[in-house]
């Protein structure tokens, strides 16, 4: 699908609007009754999906300090009773659950990835301001979990998404300087910063009109030695491209996340 099939697709959905009733988190009525956003970097958003997964479209945000948000349902879905029932190799074999939230007015809906969300009656951490903040958890650590190659095509997905709710909204880019950092090493981060940046960096031009197909492992060699290679096919004034993204943990950060380090255009590339 392309990214101009799937933000046409989540322009419908908003325009539907929502008319959910009120659901409790857990279908016992023991769950908790508000959430709040965790895990997410101070100033930036987390993202909210037309559906359970990240090749769904982005159709909200919710802020990186959101609270009172109502748990609508969750999949994969189970009750307490289910739960306590399954061993733990069933637990361990279920995919990364997805919940639909909404926020505390009722004016916006979507799904998130659970490990963004926590109860709304846990502690946050103090400040030496005084302020309540979250030290957020770097979304792109290795995960024994999580397949390497799927958690690249994510990043590399995520990026996209960032340049067209920046064009959109008041979103920042992934290219702002306050955000690149989360998805390039650092020589990549102090190019975009440096105003030297001709062509776009994702469409290897000043303008673009076209479409863009969704992230792809390569399907020859999608990771080496622990390099991954993402590719992005696209169209731009009726000329077929690709970008091909080059990522790998970056050693020089804690934990060892990964980052793009090298991107290809026809023609060129950076840093």
Avoid at 235 to 253: S, W
Avoid at 261 to 266: A, G
Wanted: with cysteine; charged share 20%.
């Amino acid at each position: 699908m392309t990214m101009t099939r799937i933000f046409k697709a989540a322009l419908v959905f908003m325009a539907l609007g929502m008319a959910a009733s009120p659901v409790h988190a857990e279908i016992d009525g023991h769950g908790p009754d508000a959430w709040r956003v965790t895990n997410v970097t101070v100033g930036d958003v987390l993202n909210a999906r037309m559906g359970p997964g990240t090749n769904y479209p982005v159709i909200e945000t919710f802020s990186d300090h959101e609270r009172g948000l109502q748990q609508i349902t969750c999949v994969p879905f189970y009750t307490a009773a289910h739960y306590t029932k399954m061993t733990q190799a069933q637990i361990s074999a279920l995919p990364p659950r997805w919940c639909l939230m909404r926020n505390k007015a009722m004016s916006k809906a979507g799904w998130v990835a659970q490990r963004y969300i926590t109860p709304d009656n846990e502690p946050l951490l103090a400040s030496p301001a005084g302020k309540s903040v979250e030290h957020p958890a770097e979304p792109y650590l290795p995960d024994s979990d999580i397949d390497p190659v799927g958690q690249a095509q994510d990043l590399v997905r995520e990026i996209y998404e960032r340049q067209f709710q920046s064009e959109n909204s008041n979103l920042p880019s992934a290219f702002d300087p306050a955000i690149s950092r989360n998805y390039f090493t650092d020589d990549i981060v102090a190019w975009l910063a440096s105003g030297n940046v001709g062509a776009h960096p994702l469409y290897g031009a000043q303008d673009f009109d076209g479409a863009i197909e969704d992230p792809m492992p390569d399907p020859d060699q999608p990771m080496l030695r622990g390099m991954i290679t993402i590719n992005v096919d696209f169209t731009n004034f009726g000329k077929d491209q690709r970008a091909v993204f080059y990522l790998r943990a970056d050693t020089t950060k804690p934990g060892a996340p990964l980052r793009i380090f090298r991107v290809e255009h026809n023609g060129w590339s950076y840093p």
